[in-house]
Every structure is written in C-alpha cells, then in structure tokens.
C-alpha cells in the first residue's frame, strides 16, 4: 500500500499569488503523480499527471513537479483567483501498476480571497 | 459528451437494509472503479474492473460489500446489512487510458 500526506489540511491565500501545495508519500516510488480537483458535492476532477521520469509538467496556470529522491510532488496554481478556491488532491497508483486503483490523499482545501 | 452518471444521488436508509447504488461510466470507457469518501477522510478504494478481466476487489472492507458489471458497461455496487460506518459518499469513475479517471458526482449514502 502507500501513504500519503499533503501538508496542510487548508491553504487560505489573496488573488493574484501563488498557492504551492505539497504531497509526500512514504513507500514505493509509482510510475506517477495525479493531482486532482474537488468542488463541494462533486467528484474529483483530473487535473494532471507527472510520470517518475518528468521533473516538472505545466498547463496553464498549473505546474507540478515530482521529486522520486524526496518522494514529494508540489503543485503550484500561479497568479491565483477566487475561482480556484478548492479542495486538491493527489493520486498515486499501486506499486509496479499503471492501471487499477489509486491512492488517494486527503486533499488541501485551498481558499483564494479578493 | 455525457460524463459518469450515478443513481440515486442521495439515500437514507435504516440500519440493516440493504441498498444499491448505481454507475453508468463513460461509453467506451473499459475501466470502472468504486471509491468512497467519509467526511473528513480521502478517497478509499473499495473495487476495480478491467474489461472481462476479474475484478480486484481487494478493497472491498467486508463481505456485505460486492459490486457487479454487466456487458461491460453498468455497475452496482450493493451493500447488504448497511451499518452506520457504511454512511460516506460513493463515487464511481471510469478510464480509457492508464491515466485521468472521469468521476461521476457520486451517492451520498446515510445509514440511520
């Protein structure tokens, strides 16, 4: 199995600046990283994904890197706004899989205010 | 095109009922998967299926748990013997690739 920890539980920030939120793990290294959205009352929304072999992956405002020595991804959402207020979390799948279940962590409920 | 969609969105039932709670995936989409989330908790697996391949269940967390697909396409997951522990939100996802799974909205399960 694996455990996974993303610091701080909630993340409160003003528009306009960088939220950076931080997900450890602690067993296997996986072959990747998700990280994923979650509005109140709605399933998660898939965001991006990082393989071991990337060092960092960018989309728009979003950019996450993945650190297999420190065992940690930080997602960092750039020039931030109120609609970005959310709760993210991270995914991991089983050791050795590509497919199948994920790992979830317990999120980071990020809160942009004007 | 139309996302996961999941049945019923809520349900109450008593203690000792059985209930079930349904998943339509993606059309196309050959992975299906069943998580569920308690207030507070992340996302725990509970089961997995792949094609015509066996299903993993290994996260079911008892046997009053089990889940169907039919012609590859529909899922039940059923609970029988509902505890009050059992009260979480179900979601159900679906992929095509090794990567993003499509949530639905989920089923907010309340055992009273």
């Known amino acids: 199995s694996q455990k996974i920890e993303q610091n701080s539980e909630a993340l409160n920030i003003q528009e306009g600046k960088t939220a950076t939120l931080t997900c450890n793990y602690t067993?296997?290294?996986?072959?990747?990283l998700q990280w994923y959205r979650q509005d109140p009352g709605r399933g998660p929304v898939f965001l991006l994904l990082?393989?071991?072999?990337?060092k960092e992956k960018r989309k728009e405002r979003l950019k996450v890197t993945f650190d297999t020595t420190l065992k940690q991804s930080l997602f960092h959402i750039t020039a931030s706004q109120p609609a970005d207020s959310a709760t993210y979390l991270c995914?991991?799948?089983?050791?050795?899989?590509?497919?199948?279940?994920?790992?979830f962590g317990r999120g980071t409920q990020l809160t942009v205010w004007p | 095109g139309a996302g996961v969609s999941q049945s019923p969105s809520n349900k109450v039932t008593e203690k000792g009922k059985d209930v079930e709670l349904r998943c339509d995936p993606i059309?196309?989409?050959?992975?299906l998967y069943w998580y569920r989330q308690s207030l507070g908790q992340g996302l725990e697996f509970l089961i997995y299926?792949?094609?015509?391949?066996?299903?993993?269940k290994s996260g079911l967390p008892s046997d009053r748990f089990s889940a169907e697909r039919t012609g590859g396409s529909v899922s039940t997951l059923t609970i029988q013997r509902t505890q009050q522990e059992d009260s979480a939100v179900y979601l159900c996802?679906?992929?095509?690739?090794?990567?993003?799974?499509?949530f639905g909205p989920g089923t907010r399960l309340t055992v009273t």
């Open positions: 996802a679906s992929s095509l690739t090794i990567y993003e799974q499509y």
């Open positions: 067993n296997y290294s996986p072959a990747y």
């Open positions: 990082i393989r071991e072999n990337e």
């Open positions: 995914a991991l799948p089983d050791r050795g899989s590509t497919l199948g279940r994920l790992y």
């Open positions: 059309s196309g989409h050959t992975a």
């Open positions: 299926f792949q094609g015509n391949s066996a299903p993993d």
